[in-house]
């Protein structure tokens, strides 16, 4: 039988303010433990919070940005359970009324567009760290710096056909995140946190199967894969007339496995019920419009202009503004630059290369924009062979040093002076008479020869392109 | 005479007279504590070498000649549920037994800087859930009035202290009357401000909704000096109101002829004590005589008010009280195999009988099962509640009630039966559900006990409520009367 996939996720972003959800605690990631706390975040009796107002100007961004409905009347409800990283036994978030709903997102999807809808986007805050002791120390000690750090989490509806769709989706978003300045987005330092549910349904049925929900996928590649691997289980299941079973799974990376967690009869209660420390969010439609009215260039805008401002195809505009650091430091070496084509092959190319490579970050690069930008008129102007320019690249991640000094360092300088090619070219022919009988001849490939003997004569300086326009000139 | 026998702007006269110091005052108070302490047991912390660091800093201020206010060098006891930063609030709990704040409640904070001292801190019933201070884990406080009586609660402590004077002036905190009803069975004056007009940082929370810190008195025009300097918007608590409510002073000795007074039947129906009754209506009788219009109205929705509160307060606590888990501070249990057994055993043994009872009743109305059927349902009716005293406010300046059915019970009386318990706080609640502010002073004795009158206005109509409850004591003096002890 065939089955259709269907996944939706919920996506968790730590929004990077500058302090914590109801506390005047610095939002800061690392730092010594249990430093940015206070008797509000570590939930001691008596202590009240106060919703910061900063939280919900980076929520009404994202929704405006998701194309989502602000609500101008949300409020934040209590969600209980006991767990030690949690010191008042309750999460505040947002249960009934959210601050944002019904919004969307495009993706591309062979080279179609197609829209995922955004259930809705509540605040919420996070929760401390559990600091387990080695087996042999009995304890476990709790780091309270994260606990309170707001976040907003994003649902979608269960648009997503298929794992590549999930993570196209999750890219798109991050990457508007980004653009948005309102959250890292760093999956490994979990300041991006993604669930999933999935579930698979005969193609043509209606209602939707039973799903499972997954967690603890770190990365865009965890969250494929374990989708893929999710997804197959649900089929074998399924074909060998087996059934699914409500529950949260987990997955384990290093064997590339989803395990349970929890079915759903053992799920919490969680009890929510509006928070009555804190009095109703009410937003002024005007305040919304500013902050609408603020809202930077985001990547589809982006990528259309750079399509009509650079010339360059539509794929490679859609790569270049993924994040929006590619997209500005591609804009910065393209602007101005006579071939804005070479700059995208340069960033698409090299740039990314290097990145994953040595898993690095565009602003670890070492390399400014501008440089890369000469680098590349080094290349046209003939100065540099494009091999020589890769290995000029390769030099100036290492040692930040500006291309011209490296060129000269290297030794890579190409000659392009026609009379020094000339001699080379006229020396060369006299000593290849015979091939040279041949390409007069017809056989055409005898050039090539001829051009591999000038560049080994020129110990490969000489500029390629040169030798063989005066070749053909000499011979024809 | 005695000094602590006096009442605070009795004080606060003679210390600006330089009459007297703080610290005599302080010794006057001490003396009496040392005399009646052991019997009324009003406190579960005494702080006396805070308390006298304090007088002596006032004194020093006052002989510079700096012009001190109202509370300057007072003694005041405080509910041990308020924070205290670095003096141990124990909410009369074996959960919090050791707990020492590192911060002041809000209303410390202000009252400290007005430079009441203080005294020590008073007992309650557990986590405030009670109404006899009986739920105590530490001690049973007595009814000054009859050693073999309770107080009320669940501010019986502070009601005593008040009572027995043992302090000036007392802060406690009303969820559902427990300021009133201890007001009512001591003979003291217990003011519960409207929703948010005193912040409510630093007060351990019961039922975040209806908490709202208050203060017995001596007599009207105290009171009214010391809500002066509690009220105020306050930015660590967004709940409270970003309101002026002026000097509440200016509604002392005030005519209040053509005061419009409503008396809800509903509150004089049966379950109230017939002589209680009737002193109510005798003091309703003195009012009118100074020119108040008064008439009977209905209430009908108040028969619901106790059902609303108990599940609203219970979901809220339940919530509240889950931070408790032995974890970071307060009781841990000694010996727990897990992380489940390490919170099992820690609330177990670490809360009361009453405390549990009210977390599973609150636990139960929120769960998924029964939201819509408690939880959600009583918030429904509190709406109406509110909705209906609302209009009833339109046309009535105050509502007066009893504060309490009965007088108050002997020791170990009724805490058998818990839902005729429950019941009984059928004259209080409402103001809680609703927002409102509201009084009880004392008006009469019944076989020998105090016995309360209930004062209630609209929502920020606390001058209103001051206004008659003033002209009501100048005319019957209840307040004169104190305990043989």
């Known amino acids: 039988m065939n089955y259709e996939t269907i996944i939706g996720l919920e996506v968790h972003a730590e929004l990077s303010t500058k302090t914590k959800a109801f506390c005047s605690c610095k939002n800061e990631f690392g730092g010594e433990v249990n430093t940015n706390c206070c008797p509000i975040c570590m939930g001691y009796p008596g202590a009240l919070p106060v919703l910061n107002k900063k939280v919900v100007e980076y929520a009404v961004r994202a929704g405006l940005a998701l194309n989502c409905h602000i609500s101008l009347f949300s409020k934040t409800d209590r969600k209980n359970y006991f767990y030690p990283d949690l010191p008042k036994a309750y999460q505040i978030s947002q249960f009934d009324l959210p601050l944002c709903r019904d919004g969307r997102i495009k993706i591309e999807i062979d080279g179609q567009d197609k829209h995922i809808g955004i259930t809705r986007i509540h605040i919420e805050e996070d929760a401390g760290k559990l600091l387990h002791g080695t087996e042999s120390e009995d304890y476990s000690l709790v780091d309270f710096n994260r606990s309170g750090v707001p976040l907003i989490e994003i649902v979608s509806e269960p648009d997503l056909r298929s794992p ?26 979990g300041s991006l946190r993604c669930d999933a549910n999935i579930s698979i349904r005969p193609v043509g049925q209606k209602s939707f199967g039973i799903k499972t929900e997954i967690k603890n996928m770190n990365s865009m590649k965890a969250l494929q894969r374990a989708l893929e691997y999710e997804e197959e289980r649900h089929r074998r299941i399924l074909s060998q007339g087996g059934t699914i079973i409500q529950e949260t799974r987990r997955w384990d990376e290093a064997k590339g496995i989803t395990v349970s967690m929890r079915t759903k009869e053992q799920a919490d209660d969680y009890r929510n019920f509006p928070e009555p420390d804190l009095v109703p969010i009410v937003l002024d439609k005007e305040w919304i419009e500013s902050i609408r009215k603020d809202l930077p260039e985001l990547p589809d805008d982006k990528r259309k202009r750079f399509v009509k401002e650079f010339g360059i195809p539509e794929y490679d505009a859609s790569i270049l503004t993924l994040t929006k650091e590619l997209s500005n430091f591609f804009e910065e070496c393209a602007k101005g630059h006579k071939n804005p084509k070479a700059v995208s092959n340069w960033v698409m190319g090299e740039v990314l290369r290097i990145m994953k490579e040595e898993d690095i970050e565009l602003k670890d690069l070492n390399i400014k924009p501008q440089s890369l930008g000469r680098l590349i008129d080094l290349v046209d102007e003939g100065v540099l062979s494009s091999t020589g320019a890769k290995q000029v690249f390769e030099e100036m991640y290492k040692t930040g040093e500006e291309p011209e000094v490296l060129v000269d ?68 | 005479m005695d000094l602590f026998s006096l009442t605070l702007h009795e004080i606060r ?120 201070t009986e739920t105590s884990a530490f001690k049973i406080t007595k009814n000054p009035w009859d050693l073999e009586r309770v107080p009320g609660g669940s501010s019986g402590g502070s009601a005593a202290a008040v009572a027995a004077d043992e302090a000036y002036f007392a802060i406690g905190s009303d969820t559902g009357g427990s300021m ?67 000097d509440f002073k200016e509604a002392l000795n005030k005519d209040i002829k053509g005061m419009k007074i409503g008396l809800p039947k509903e509150y004089y129906d049966k379950g109230i004590d017939g002589e209680v009754k009737e002193m109510i209506l005798d003091g309703v009788k003195v009012l009118e005589r100074l020119g108040a219009h008064v008439e009977e109205i209905s209430l009908p929705y108040a028969k619901y008010a106790v059902p609303v509160y108990y599940i609203i307060s219970s979901s809220e606590a339940s919530s509240n009280l889950a931070r408790f888990d032995g974890v970071r501070y307060g009781y841990r249990a000694k010996e727990y195999k897990d992380l489940e057994e390490l919170y099992v055993n820690s ?63 002997k020791i170990g009386e009724k805490s058998e039966d818990l839902v005729a318990m429950y019941m009984s706080d059928i004259c209080t609640v409402t103001a809680n559900i609703a927002g409102i502010p509201a ?4 008006c009469g004795f019944s076989k020998g006990l105090p016995v309360g009158m209930q004062i209630m206005s609209k929502a920020m109509g606390e001058a ?8 009501f004591e100048k005319n019957t003096n209840y307040y004169k009367n104190k305990p043989t002890l």
């Open chain 2, 464 to 471: 209103d409520i001051i206004k008659a409850a003033h002209a």
């Open chain 2, 13 to 132: 006269d003679m210390m600006r007279n330089g009459e007297i110091s703080s610290k005599e005052v302080l010794d006057s108070v001490y003396g009496r504590i040392e005399a009646v302490e052991d019997k009324i047991e009003a406190y579960l912390t005494l702080t006396k070498d805070y308390a006298y660091e304090a007088a002596e800093s006032i004194d020093k201020r006052r002989l510079k000649g700096e012009k001190l206010g109202d509370l300057a060098g007072i003694p005041m006891a405080v509910k041990d549920n308020i924070s205290t930063k670095g003096i141990k609030t124990t909410c009369a709990s074996k959960m919090l037994e050791n707990y020492i704040p590192p911060f002041d409640a809000h209303v410390f904070e202000k009252l400290k800087e007005a430079g009441a001292i203080l005294v020590g801190k008073t007992n309650l019933d557990e986590f405030a859930m009670g109404c006899s």
């Open chain 1, 164 to 189: 590549l769709e999930a993570r196209l989706y999750l890219e798109k978003l991050k990457g508007i995140l980004e653009y948005l300045e309102i959250s890292d987005c760093k999956m490994q330092e």
């Open chain 2, 439 to 442: 009084m009880s002073i004392p």
């Open chain 2, 180 to 246: 009133r009803q201890p007001a009512s069975l001591c003979g003291v004056i217990g003011f519960k401000p409207t929703y948010g007009a005193i912040s409510r940082y630093g007060l351990v929370a019961f039922a975040s909704s209806f908490d709202q810190i208050g203060t017995f008195a001596k007599d009207v025009e105290d009171c009214a000096i010391i809500l002066n300097y509690l009220y105020g918007y306050d930015e660590k608590d967004t709940t409270s109101l970003p309101i002026e409510f002026g």
């Open chain 1, 409 to 476: 360092r290297l030794g890579l300088k190409q000659i392009s002076d026609e009379d020094a090619i000339a001699e080379l070219v006229k020396k060369v022919v006299d000593e290849n008479q015979k091939t040279v009988e041949d390409y007069k001849r017809g056989k055409t490939n005898a050039l090539g020869y001829l051009v591999g003997q000038c560049m080994k004569a020129s110990k490969g300086k000489a500029n390629p392109q040169l030798i063989n326009k005066m070749l053909r000139d000499l011979l024809s």
């Open chain 2, 347 to 409: 609330r177990s043994q670490g809360f009361g009988s009453e405390v549990k009872f009210r977390i599973m009743l609150g636990t139960y109305s929120l769960s998924s099962k029964c939201y819509d059927t408690h939880y959600n349902r009583a918030l429904k009716v509190r709406r109406l509640i509110k909705q209906e005293l609302e209009e009833a406010f339109v046309k009535y300046d105050i509502l007066i009630t009893p504060t309490y059915p009965t007088i108050a019970s």
